[in-house]
């Protein structure tokens, strides 16, 4: 059973418009949630987190959006840059219970055209 | 230094082999972890060590055996592995459990072929 699903594989957009990507969780132990950029042949990069006491946390072009009621979390990207293609993915921690284990979604692929 | 290095960058080995990947981070962190990744998969966790100690293995084989010497290494020993077990390895590190921030920083990966 998946707890963590990003259920679009791909999303494609065009350079300098907003990428939304979403992610979806059922355990609701998860207290912090994360995203990653990974790029073909490379380990993940740590892109944004946001802990479940908050609803929003923004970093630059980055913006992660948790809805604890919905068990639903998004990354917004703005303006998307043709170099944030890659596979995004949104991990979840129930730190209380399970320590450092991170529980990661299956991936969204992002095409940023120019 | 906010990097994870892992060495070999790539890796190819027979079935009768034995090899050993390495992973090292000068982050001060506490928690080290070993994930496998599948093309078009996400990674999937294979050991935690907290403090040195073995905390999580996720029912890995035992052809797969992990080692902390101290601190800031993370090895992951290889023997008579089968060709199903070729996949980027990735090493990761975070502060550990009294830190309020659990983000783990990733290598970049080895990338394993076995024949």
């Known amino acids: 059973d998946q707890q963590v699903k990003q259920n679009s594989p791909s999303l494609s957009v065009q350079e300098g418009r907003i990428s939304i990507l979403n992610c979806d969780y059922t355990n609701s132990m998860f207290d912090y949630f994360l995203w990653y950029k990974k790029y073909p042949a490379e380990g993940p990069t740590f892109l944004i987190s946001?802990?479940?006491?908050?609803d929003k946390n923004e970093d630059g072009r980055f913006t992660v959006f948790l809805n604890k009621s919905a068990k639903h979390l998004s990354l917004h990207i703005v303006p998307s840059q043709p170099g944030d293609s890659a596979v995004y993915f949104c991990?979840?921690?129930?730190?209380?219970?399970?320590?450092?284990?991170?529980?990661f979604g299956g991936g969204t692929r992002l095409m940023v055209k120019p | 230094d906010t990097e994870v290095t892992q060495t070999p960058k790539h890796l190819v080995m027979g079935m009768t082999n034995k090899k050993s990947l390495k992973c090292e981070q000068h982050m001060g962190h506490r928690a080290m972890y070993w994930y496998k990744q599948k093309a078009k998969k996400p990674p999937e966790l294979m050991f935690v060590?907290?403090?040195?100690?073995?905390?999580i293995n996720e029912s890995v084989p035992s052809r797969f055996s992990p080692e902390c010497p101290n601190s800031s290494l993370l090895n992951l020993h290889l023997h008579a592995l089968q060709p199903e077990d070729s996949a980027l390895y990735l090493c990761?590190?975070?502060?550990?459990?009294?830190?309020?921030?659990?983000?783990?920083?990733f290598g970049p990966g080895t990338r394993l072929t076995v024949l």
């Open positions: 991990a979840a921690s129930d730190f209380d219970n399970a320590g450092n284990m991170l529980t």
């Open positions: 060590y907290s403090y040195e100690k073995l905390s």
């Open positions: 990761a590190s975070s502060q550990g459990r009294e830190a309020l921030r659990n983000e783990q920083f």
């Open positions: 946001i802990s479940s006491i908050k």
